[in-house]
């Protein structure tokens, strides 16, 4: 098993930026593949950026450019940096894992259903 629990989030102004992160415990040696999802009002719950256990990262087209994920493996915590903040990002921000998705399968078009370990979801309100 794996517990992700996740902080950082906030209330920023348009253009502004927030750092999210996620600490990860139990099994973490097994998470081959951890990432972001999002959850805007009114949509589907979307990934936004995953990073795999050689480093490589993917993000959604929401994201490019304005987000950056990384990992400490050291201290078990993901981030995940939001610059340039608009209100459309407004939402709730899950940190999630996999144990499967290794390698070249890790990537932030996956469905939610692919991702096994799921945080708790943290705010990320941003105003006009």
């Known amino acids: 098993q794996v517990q992700l629990v996740e902080s950082g989030g906030g209330s920023v102004e348009a253009g502004g930026s927030l750092r999210l992160s996620c600490d990860a415990s139990?099994?973490?040696?097994?998470?081959?593949?951890m990432g972001w999802f999002r959850q805007i009002p009114g949509e589907e719950r979307e990934g936004v950026a995953t990073?795999?256990?050689?480093?490589?990262?993917s993000y959604a087209d929401s994201g490019k450019g304005r987000f950056t994920i990384s990992r400490d493996n050291a201290k078990n915590t993901l981030y995940l940096r939001l610059n340039s903040l608009e209100p459309e990002d407004t939402g709730i921000y899950y940190c999630?894992?996999?144990?499967?998705?290794?390698?070249?399968?890790?990537?932030?078009?996956?469905?939610?259903?692919?991702?096994?370990?799921w945080g708790q979801g943290i705010q990320v309100t941003v105003s006009s």
């Open positions: 999630v894992a996999s144990v499967f998705l290794s390698g070249d399968y890790c990537y932030a078009k996956h469905l939610p259903s692919q991702f096994e370990y």
């Open positions: 990073i795999n256990s050689d480093g490589r990262t």
């Open positions: 139990g099994a973490t040696d097994s998470t081959v593949c």
